[in-house]
């Protein structure tokens, strides 16, 4: 469980939080390198001012919007080293069936409305792609990365210059 103190310096609000047990920060060029179990996140956060000392940040700003957004942004990058992050996307399909093949960092919808040219989406940063009968995990420590890997396979498998009533093809969220 994280702990928050909040000191007021003349114009400057200062918070400073403590990581939890197995997760380490590091800091480079105001972006911040947090390690965990699950892998590693960079957050690049350049309006607020960051101090590393052990498992405690300390996040500086003048704005109590822009140091709240920095928490927000730590927290979600501690989460994501520690639980990571999971969506979970079902294939339906009526009329062909759909095939995914996953090369490097490609994934290749082969047969989408029987169509000759597979389409591809593209894999973000360090996250990975199952594909298991009808269902699509998509997972990583990355919660941003995740969720752009699942929208580029959603808008892959857009239907277009068809009526979408009948032709419900595609892939579809389940679980997030």
Known sequence: ?????????????QETLTLKSGVSASLADNVLSVDGPNGKVAVRIPVVELNVKGQEVTIASQ??????????????????????????????????PITFEIKGKDIYVK???????????????DTKVKVEKEFISVSGPDKYA?????????????????????FQDGVYPVES
Do not use: C
């Not at 999971?86 to 339906?92: G, H, N």
């Not at 752009?148 to 277009?160: D, F, G, P, S, V």
């Open 111 to 125: 047969n989408f409305l029987g169509e000759k040219v597979p389409r591809i989406a593209g894999i973000v940063g």
């Open 63 to 96: 704005s109590k919007a822009k140091m709240n957004t920095a928490i927000a942004l730590l927290r979600s990058a501690e989460k994501g080293v520690t639980d990571g992050y999971v969506k979970k996307l079902q294939i339906i399909y009526v009329h062909f």
């Open 1 to 13: 469980m994280m702990k928050i103190w909040i000191e007021m310096n003349s114009d400057d609000m």
């Open 146 to 166: 995740v969720g752009q890997t699942a929208a580029n396979i959603r808008t892959a498998t857009k239907i277009k210059q068809k009526d979408p009533r009948v």
